[in-house]
């Protein structure tokens, strides 16, 4: 548990630092491909592909909750938080939230009889 609460305020203190240098840039698109051994996405925004490495301390979230990466899959829409180091964008934090279907935005909003 002390490894959790430690990794998880080491990855917050690099995101504040991150901010405070000006460094972190934000990017959204869909996932085209995902290496999970590697921990690399390849990612489709602003007409072109994005390559990215996770480094251990990224922060993942599905639905607003803390994620493994394997709940990550290609054509999942992401915004992702990430610093460029070099020749490498590292991710800091990638978010995504599974689409509700028609039905459930819908739900308790009946449409008039015709």
């Given at each position: 548990?002390?490894?959790t ?12 630092e991150d901010?405070?240098?000006?460094r ?6 869909t ?9 690399e ?6 007409g ?33 938080l990430?610093v ?16 509700r279907?028609?039905?459930a935005?819908n ?8």
């Amino acid at each position: 548990m002390f490894a959790t609460l430690f990794r998880r305020d080491t990855a917050t203190a690099m995101l504040h630092e991150d901010i405070e240098k000006s460094r972190l840039q934000f990017i959204e698109g869909t996932l085209q491909r995902i290496d999970y051994s590697h921990r690399e996405v390849l990612l489709i925004a602003e007409g072109r592909a994005w390559q990215f490495k996770l480094g251990p301390d990224c922060l993942l979230f599905f639905d607003d909750l803390r994620a493994i990466l394997r709940c990550f899959h290609p054509l999942d829409h992401v915004h992702i938080l990430f610093v460029d180091v070099g020749q490498e964008c590292l991710v800091r934090s990638m978010c995504a939230w599974e689409k509700r279907s028609a039905c459930a935005c819908n739900e308790g909003s009946e449409e008039p009889a015709s």
